[in-house]
């Protein structure tokens, strides 16, 4: 990706900055050691803000280097910008920076990789690299530029379902002595003697044959009780669970964050939901 100075990108910059501008201000290590002035900045192609371009004074040498962005904290205010890091080895490591030169990806990456942290070996393609890759180096770390987070607390319901219980249903046997009645019939025989009606009737001994052996036979019955059990399906017992259904009510005190600004004087503020570009 090409890189522009800034002027050369947008020739009114400072008014598009409000008047403030970072050329000139001196570079500080967070200790407070000068190492050098700003002198120009370089930008991509969609305007975003890549390196500062740093004249830097380290011990006798005077050498322009390029400083990545996300490693400084600028402070109009204080006129002044702080560096994180940027030790005197690393100076001397970094390639110089000449105006005339065109800083292509070979080039920036000798940059990146006297900025990035020891034991880094990524090797990166160079038709696939994005600055994000590389985000410490040039996310816009900036006091102007600050992100609060406002928190809300809410209610979130669930359901656990829990064994209240447990409702076995089975049978035993019980006894008991039953009754039944049965009429039964039985035979018998009963002999009766009875004189005639007629009065004695004479009989001719001639016509009269006496004889032996004479027998008249009658069967007798009788019935006897046949018992015995059989099983029947007295009654079906069918178990089942229904779900009845219920509505709690939870009750509880929630906090929420709210933005307060407090101004000083008249100032102009535009408050609004639009993400904010990388710009200084």
């Known amino acids: 990706m090409p890189l522009y100075k800034l002027a050369d990108f947008d020739p009114n910059y400072r008014e598009t900055f409000g008047g403030d501008d970072i050329q000139g201000l001196p570079l500080y290590t967070q200790g407070g050691t000068k190492i050098g002035t700003v002198i120009d900045t370089l930008?991509?192609?969609?305007?975003?803000?890549?390196?500062?371009?740093?004249?830097?004074?380290?011990?006798?040498?005077?050498?322009?280097?390029l400083l990545p962005i996300g490693l400084s904290h600028i402070d109009y205010n204080g006129r002044r910008v702080t560096v994180d890091g940027l030790s005197r080895e690393q100076v001397m490591q970094l390639?110089?920076?000449?105006?005339?030169?065109?800083?292509?990806?070979?080039?920036?990456?000798?940059?990146?990789?006297?900025?990035?942290?020891?034991?880094?070996?990524?090797?990166?393609d160079r038709d696939s690299y994005t600055y994000q890759q590389d985000a410490d180096l040039y996310n816009l770390n900036e006091q102007k530029h600050q992100t609060i987070k406002l928190y809300?607390?809410?209610?979130?319901?669930?359901?656990?379902?829990?064994?209240?219980?447990?409702?076995?249903?089975?049978?035993?046997?019980?006894?008991?002595?039953?009754?039944?009645?049965?009429?039964?019939?039985?035979?018998?025989?009963?002999?009766?003697?009875?004189?005639?009606?007629?009065?004695?009737?004479?009989?001719?001994?001639?016509?009269?044959?006496?004889?032996?052996?004479?027998?008249?036979?009658?069967?007798?019955?009788?019935?006897?009780?046949?018992?015995?059990?059989?099983?029947?399906?007295?009654?079906?017992?069918r178990v089942k669970k229904v779900v009845d259904r219920d509505t709690v009510e939870a009750q509880e005190t929630i906090r929420r964050e709210e933005l307060d600004i407090k101004t000083e004087g008249d100032l102009p503020i535009d408050e609004t939901?639009?993400?904010?570009?990388?710009?200084i």
């Open 95 to 124: 390639p110089e920076y000449r105006d005339n030169m065109a800083v292509d990806y070979d080039y920036e990456e000798q940059v990146r990789r006297t900025y990035r942290p020891l034991g880094t070996n990524i090797n990166y």
């Open 273 to 279: 939901g639009a993400n904010r570009t990388d710009t």
């Open 152 to 237: 809300e607390e809410r209610l979130i319901a669930n359901k656990n379902r829990v064994k209240t219980g447990e409702v076995a249903v089975g049978k035993h046997i019980e006894t008991e002595t039953a009754q039944v009645s049965i009429p039964i019939e039985r035979e018998r025989i009963v002999i009766e003697r009875v004189t005639p009606t007629a009065g004695e009737t004479v009989v001719n001994p001639s016509e009269l044959q006496f004889q032996e052996g004479e027998v008249a036979r009658i069967e007798i019955y009788e019935e006897t009780p046949e018992i015995h059990k059989e099983a029947f399906v007295r009654e079906e017992v």
């Open 43 to 65: 930008v991509d192609a969609d305007g975003r803000f890549r390196y500062l371009v740093i004249d830097s004074e380290v011990d006798v040498t005077s050498k322009r280097i």
